[in-house]
Every structure is written in C-alpha cells, then in structure tokens.
C-alpha cells in the first residue's frame, strides 16, 4: 500500500538546522509532484514547498523562501528539506504531500520544535 514516512524532526535551537526526510513507497514516485506543508497548533496547515517530478524546479512559500531547501531523489523515492536559520515560528508539524491529477497522498508528520 502506498505509504509517505517522514523523519528527521526534533528538538533545535532557534538559528539552528534540521534536514527532514520523506521516503515513499506503493506508488510511482517519479511521477508525482512532491510538496511540504506544516501545521502548527491551532493553525491551518500551510503550504512550504514544492519539487516537480524530476526535482529540477523547486518553489517556496515566503516565510521559508532563502532558508529551506527542498530536493528529490527519484532512485530512492525520497525527498529532503533543508531548513536553516530555523525561528520559533517555524515550530509545526511537517508533512510530505505526493500530487498527481488522479491520486494523491500524506504522510503522517513529524514534528520540528524550535526553541530555546
């Protein structure tokens, strides 16, 4: 069955980094857009990023735009964010998000905490 798994969530300092990881598995991944969303506590879930299929173009909402980079890495079915320079603010659950016009999939989360 298809599944989205995050990892690499956590405890970081404000200015510090963290690098998540999304491994997806039951579904032609290279197919599918991939994006990153976060949802803080009583907060609507927002969009973070996205990568095409092929991983050669990225976009970024505002708020993480020069700071969190996101990738992709089709022979692995993974996709990576980079987040530096992390603010309180940034503290949320961060879930992977795989897009195709027919089908479309979430994974569980896994939480970043940013603070001092």
């Known amino acids: 069955q298809v599944q989205l798994v995050e990892s690499g969530g956590g405890l970081v300092q404000p200015g510090g980094s963290l690098r998540l990881s999304c491994v997806a598995s039951?579904?032609?991944?290279?197919?599918?857009?991939m994006q990153w969303y976060r949802q803080a506590p009583g907060k609507q879930r927002e969009w973070v990023a996205t990568a095409n299929p092929r991983g050669d173009t990225t976009r970024y909402s505002d708020s993480v735009k020069g700071r969190f980079t996101m990738s992709r890495d089709n022979g692995n079915n993974t996709v990576h964010l980079q987040m530096v320079s992390l603010k309180p603010e940034d503290t949320a659950v961060y879930y992977c998000?795989?897009?195709?016009?027919?089908?479309?999939?979430w994974g569980q989360g896994t939480q970043v905490t940013v603070s001092s």
């Open positions: 998000y795989a897009y195709t016009l027919r089908s479309n999939y």
């Open positions: 039951g579904f032609t991944f290279s197919s599918y857009e």
